[in-house]
């Protein structure tokens, strides 16, 4: 009964600190994605809630990074037009990274 009683503390504890990472994002999140390597030190419903910050990250919206991409490029025009820099961009993302990914 103890047991059963701690891991609900400890998941418990897990959402509030993922939802902490997430919501403060950067420098949070990579250090929710080293908890997540810390299975020797951490409980494990800690280890397995943080190990989502690496592999699902929250994707920015088209929008913010058009935004980015034509301020780091000084590009104004149609980012999908001729005159692009990329031969192709799709709105649609296939994957999103955290930072410094």
């Known amino acids: 009964e103890y047991q059963a009683e701690l ?5 418990w504890g897990s959402l509030k600190v ?3 990472c997430r919501t403060n994002g950067g420098l949070f999140t990579k250090m929710g994605q080293h908890g997540a390597t810390l299975k020797p030190a951490l409980p494990d ?3 397995e809630a943080l190990a989502t910050l690496q592999d ?3 994707p920015r919206s088209f929008a913010e990074v058009t ?3 034509r301020q780091e490029l000084n590009f104004h025009g149609d980012m999908a037009g001729p005159d692009s820099p990329f031969s192709s ?3 649609q993302p296939i994957g999103s990274a955290s930072l410094a990914q």
């Not at 891991?7 to 998941?11: E, G, K, V």
């Open 89 to 91: 961009f799709e709105e």
């Open 18 to 20: 993922l939802d902490m």
């Open 56 to 58: 699902r990250a929250a």
């Open 67 to 69: 935004a980015v991409l």
């Open 45 to 47: 419903e800690y280890v």
């Open 7 to 11: 891991a609900a503390i400890h998941h």
